[in-house]
């Protein structure tokens, strides 16, 4: 990475990291996470509470030599869109599962509310890591630190909404920045431009080529369809999927709303022509991997998290990242 990373590098590359260790225990994610922090970021960043976990969701935080704060949230573990885009309770819309004054009308997904649920719930028990809930360790923070909330996916998507719910709890921060990626929507109109008010910084990048956040609009799920002009094709039980989405919020009638704040990353297909599955084409382009090359990671920096990741232009069979 570059000497002076820049805010978005750096939570890309924490968010990435959350993906490490998926077999291992919280212990052992703790000595992994932190060495790659050591490989791939400057500023003496390491983590300082959890990892913690309830059901498949984790969350981190970590903080750096400055007193500076990162809250980082695991994205999805998922191998077929079709599942993510049927399985995620979003014809059920609810009111925010917290205080927030300033989110008036605001209203977010049930399965939002779940994620949310099992976040408040985790408690970290990681010897040489902070103890407790997450809240209650970042309440308790000193010095009036900023703090960063960040995710890549279903991370980013949580991290709009941990942010409203931090800036709504905790007094004894200078600041609450959200920086997401590739993250679908959360909520209705009145979320989003509550968000857009309360979190005027606020930076949400993302993969033109990226199916992910486009869930949930109406206008990005029928992208979907035709989403890879002269690439692999949206099939029919990947159209199906997109189609009874569509009418279960119709049905509902049920509006996402993006926030306003955002950056389109120029992303190139893997597979051309008519060659190559709809499936390895979108988990390609959803990899935190591929979202820390096009903000301008080396690549030396990134193989140290997966030293066989490469790019559209260098690469060959993928592992997972």
Request: aromatic letters at 10%; proline letters at 5%.
């Amino acid at each position: 990475m570059a000497s002076t990373p820049s805010t978005a590098q750096l939570a890309i590359t924490l968010s990435a990291i959350s993906y490490l260790g998926q077999l291992n225990t919280n212990t052992e994610r703790f000595t992994l996470m932190n060495q790659a922090m050591a490989a791939t970021v400057q500023n003496g960043w390491g983590i300082v509470w959890g990892p913690a976990t309830q059901g498949e969701d984790l969350v981190y935080v970590a903080s750096n030599n400055a007193g500076q704060y990162a809250v980082v949230v695991r994205g999805t573990l998922f191998d077929r869109i079709e599942d993510v885009i049927q399985d995620k309770n979003v014809a059920t819309q609810e009111a925010l599962p917290f205080t927030a004054s300033s989110f008036p009308g605001a209203q977010v997904s049930k399965g939002v509310v779940q994620v949310w649920t099992n976040i408040d719930n985790m408690v970290s028990s990681v010897p040489g890591s902070g103890t407790g809930s997450l809240l209650a360790f970042l309440q308790g923070l000193s010095g009036s630190p900023s703090v960063l909330v960040t995710g890549h996916s279903l991370g980013g998507q949580m991290a709009t909404v941990l942010a409203a719910w931090f800036q709504s709890a905790l007094s004894n921060v200078s600041g609450v920045l959200p920086i997401t990626f590739a993250a679908p929507t959360a909520g209705n109109t009145a979320f989003a431009s509550a968000f857009d008010t309360v979190f005027a910084s606020a930076m949400r990048y993302f993969n033109a080529l990226d199916v992910v956040p486009r869930l949930w609009t109406t206008e990005g799920l029928e992208s979907i369809k035709s989403l890879y002009p002269g690439g692999p094709q949206c099939g029919l039980v990947c159209r199906t999927a997109v189609d009874r989405t569509l009418n279960a919020l119709q049905k509902a009638d049920l509006t996402y709303t993006q926030p306003s704040a955002n950056t389109s990353l120029p992303g190139q297909l893997y597979s051309t022509g008519w060659v190559g599955a709809f499936e390895s084409e979108v988990n390609d382009q959803h990899r935190a991997l591929y979202y820390m090359y096009l903000l301008g990671i080396p690549l030396a920096t990134i193989q140290q998290l997966n030293a066989k990741w490469a790019p559209p232009s260098q690469s060959g069979a993928l592992s997972a990242g």
